[in-house]
């Protein structure tokens, strides 16, 4: 018969484990209370009329693509650092730095040959679209952002090659945008989530923070900060329809003793 005491641990471990899934459970909930009466309560939208800036050529599959990197006064801007400051982020953490910009519908066009072709009209802040104009390191990243932004929303593949259109600030028309009337409501942060004993390093532990937000009216985002903690190659989502649940399997990363 095995020894009852080398059970205890075991025992101990899973009691722990399942404190911290109740508390995660419950934060989760009260996170979408909240998100429930934020959906009710925040007005949803504003609409702007953005300004001309420059526009870029590219294509994708379909043919010609063209962005028109537009500003207004009413979109907030990024935070302020200076350029050495963001090569820095950067290069620490890609995900740490975020330019707030409306991704407006693909409208169809003609080029300058009389060909058809689709427009995309991508709006920043203004000031920091007049601080751009002198850098040709953030006129870099705005393309990118938005061009990623764009594959993103609407299951693009882009060209990552383009260039500058030299005579035209933009191409077609700049339509109004809807865009929220307040900065995204933070639902919930779950920063209380500490890492299983075992996995706690001499010089602290690594905190994993799960963020919601109400990105759009109808898009509710899950942000998940796991530093150090999670093998991303095996990890893996799936979407139980009949539950309405979102099953995530993060396998942990072994620490050494």
């Given at each position: 018969?095995?020894?009852?005491?080398?059970?205890?641990?075991?025992?101990?471990?899973?009691?722990?484990?399942?404190?911290?899934?109740?508390?995660?459970?419950?934060?989760?909930?009260?996170?979408?209370?909240?998100?429930?009466?934020?959906?009710?309560?925040?007005?949803?939208?504003?609409?702007?009329?953005?300004?001309?800036?420059?526009?870029?050529?590219?294509?994708?599959?379909?043919?010609?693509?063209?962005?028109?990197?537009c500003h207004s006064s009413s979109i907030p801007p990024p935070a302020?650092?200076?350029?050495?400051?963001?090569?820095?982020?950067?290069?620490?953490?890609?995900?740490?730095?975020?330019?707030?910009?409306?991704?407006?519908?693909?409208?169809?066009?003609?080029?300058?040959?009389?060909?058809?072709?689709?427009?995309?009209?991508v709006a920043v802040n203004s000031d920091f679209y007049r601080r751009?104009?002198?850098?040709?390191?953030?006129?870099?990243?705005?393309?990118?952002?938005?061009?990623?932004?764009?594959?993103?929303?609407?299951?693009?593949?882009?060209?990552?090659?383009?260039?500058?259109?030299?005579?035209?600030?933009?191409?077609?028309?700049?339509?109004?945008?809807?865009?929220?009337?307040?900065?995204?409501?933070?639902?919930?942060?779950?920063?209380?989530?500490?890492?299983?004993?075992?996995?706690?390093?001499?010089?602290?532990?690594?905190?994993?923070?799960?963020?919601?937000w109400l990105e759009a009216p109808d898009l509710l985002l899950a942000?998940?900060?796991?530093?150090?903690?999670?093998?991303?190659?095996?990890?893996?989502?799936?979407?139980?329809?009949?539950?309405?649940?979102?099953?995530?399997?993060?396998?942990?990363?072994?620490?050494?003793?």
């Amino acid at each position: 018969m095995a020894d009852s005491k080398l059970l205890v641990p075991e025992l101990s471990e899973e009691e722990t484990m399942g404190a911290e899934r109740a508390r995660f459970e419950e934060l989760l909930l009260q996170a979408s209370k909240e998100f429930q009466q934020t959906q009710t309560s925040r007005p949803e939208s504003t609409q702007i009329q953005p300004q001309p800036g420059f526009c870029i050529k590219t294509n994708s599959s379909e043919g010609k693509v063209f962005i028109n990197i537009c500003h207004s006064s009413s979109i907030p801007p990024p935070a302020d650092m200076t350029e050495d400051e963001l090569l820095q982020m950067l290069e620490e953490d890609q995900a740490g730095f975020r330019i707030p910009m409306s991704l407006g519908e693909p409208h169809a066009e003609l080029d300058a040959k009389g060909q058809g072709c689709t427009a995309f009209d991508v709006a920043v802040n203004s000031d920091f679209y007049r601080r751009m104009q002198n850098s040709d390191f953030l006129r870099e990243l705005v393309v990118i952002i938005a061009r990623e932004g764009l594959e993103d929303k609407y299951r693009l593949q882009l060209n990552p090659e383009w260039r500058m259109l030299k005579n035209r600030s933009f191409l077609g028309s700049l339509s109004q945008q809807n865009i929220r009337s307040q900065q995204r409501p933070r639902i919930q942060e779950l920063g209380n989530l500490c890492a299983p004993d075992s996995l706690r390093l001499e010089e602290g532990p690594e905190k994993p923070h799960l963020n919601l937000w109400l990105e759009a009216p109808d898009l509710l985002l899950a942000e998940i900060d796991l530093p150090k903690l999670i093998n991303s190659d095996e990890s893996k989502a799936a979407f139980h329809r009949k539950r309405k649940q979102l099953l995530v399997a993060m396998p942990l990363l072994s620490v050494p003793s």
